[in-house]
């Protein structure tokens, strides 16, 4: 078979199909080598149900079973790659640097839960590509709310650090040739000539080691100019940890299914820049001042009964009273939660917030004072650490669950 242009479907949102030359024939028959190996079930085991595995044509070690995908890390070929050429000659036209490259196959029937992947929008400098080998037209592959149609030997691109789930409707399993690439110039002008909007894209940030390594060299200096920089940087350095943060607590948001968007929000809410709407916490990215408090408020939702929380609209104190009590609960839960994603705790349990007791608060859950315990155990949430280690299970500050049933 002659390879064949993939064709322009549609421009969406997230997503945009890229021409490429495919050879769908002989990708199907490198597939069919491919499938004689021993494939991996995929490592991300809370994020979906049914069979999802994969095998690396590129990994760390250049082991096809190593199979996880970690961007900005060393990637090399491995033995698998190298015995299948269609594969190879498909890679040969990416003008740009390649990290992970794999096959993942979903079964029939399986679900992919709603997430993100924190550092693979294109402004990030790591982007994702799709090429489905095998598909159907039951499979609901979602991208920001986009369903994408696509076909077996296109090239799609997709910004998965927006929200996406993944539903195989289909009577078959569902194989995606899977690849991480290096915004170079001529991604930029392949993404751009097939209708990327490349001007509505942020300038790429300075590394954030890079400005740490400059805040260092500074601060020997002396004069209002470097006095200057330094407090540019630093700004520069709380904005871009501010973000970080951010996306770790919406992605985590969206693990444990609480409902969340970013919104506008009056100017006079209890916590600044959040308000809770039917359940749904909304985040006002430019009135937040605190993003720790994203999982105060997200703590007050999972701890609600699941017939109240579509109740739940501003101050649990005043629509809610009978669940007043179960503040400090809440607390507690922000700090297991602040530990599950390894944020600092006081980005969690802010000096700015907890009535003046946040620094009280901090040291008695890091001594293991766990003042609030008892309720998120008698919730099912976890088990008393002490009870658990006589049981020879694990106890809190690990969850058994992250919202209440």
């Not at 909304?282 to 703590?299: F, K, N, S, V």
Request: hydrophobic residues 45%.
């Amino acid at each position: 078979m002659e390879p064949t242009e993939t064709k322009l479907q549609g421009v969406y949102q997230s997503a945009l199909q890229l021409p490429l030359a495919t050879d769908l024939a002989g990708l199907l028959a490198d597939l069919a080598y491919c499938l004689q190996t021993d494939w991996r079930p995929h490592y991300n085991t809370k994020d979906y149900v049914g069979g999802w595995d994969s095998i690396a044509l590129r990994s760390q070690d250049g082991a096809a079973n190593t199979v996880f995908a970690h961007p900005g890390k060393a990637y090399q070929d491995t033995p698998l790659l190298q015995a299948c050429p269609h594969f190879q000659a498909l890679l040969a036209q990416l003008q740009c640097e390649r990290e992970s490259v794999r096959l993942l196959r979903q079964a029939a029937g399986g679900e992919i839960k709603p997430h993100r992947d924190v550092g693979l929008g294109y402004a990030d400098g790591i982007f994702r590509l799709h090429i489905p080998l095998i598909t159907h037209p039951d499979v609901a592959f979602v991208v920001a709310g986009e369903r994408l149609p696509m076909l077996p030997g296109e090239c799609w691109f997709a910004d998965f650090s927006q929200p996406h789930s993944v539903f195989n409707g289909g009577p078959t399993d569902r194989i995606h040739l899977v690849i991480d690439c290096i915004r170079n110039a001529w991604t930029d002008a392949w993404l751009e000539g097939a209708g990327f909007d490349m001007a509505s894209l942020v300038p790429p940030p300075m590394p954030e080691a890079q400005r740490q390594q400059m805040l260092l060299s500074l601060r020997t200096m002396s004069g209002a100019g470097a006095a200057t920089l330094v407090l540019q940087l630093e700004a520069e350095s709380a904005a871009y940890w501010a973000e970080v943060y951010l996306q770790k607590m919406v992605a985590f948001l969206d693990a444990i299914g609480i409902a969340w968007r970013f919104d506008s929000v009056p100017e006079n809410t209890f916590l600044p820049g959040l308000e809770v709407v039917q359940g749904c916490l909304l985040i006002d990215r430019a009135l937040l001042r605190y993003p720790g408090d994203i999982l105060h408020e997200a703590g007050h939702i999972a701890l609600l009964p699941p017939e109240k929380r579509g109740l739940f609209s501003g101050n649990v104190k005043e629509v809610l009273p009978e669940h007043e009590g179960d503040e400090l609960a809440v607390i507690l839960w922000t700090y297991a939660a602040s530990l599950h994603l390894e944020l600092p705790l006081d980005v969690v349990i802010h000096d700015n917030g907890y009535h003046n007791q946040a620094d009280w608060l901090r040291e008695q859950f890091t001594t293991g004072t766990y003042i609030g315990l008892p309720l998120l155990v008698w919730m099912g949430l976890c088990e008393d650490p002490k009870a658990a280690q006589a049981a020879g299970s694990v106890g809190f500050p690990e969850m058994l669950r992250w919202v209440r049933c």
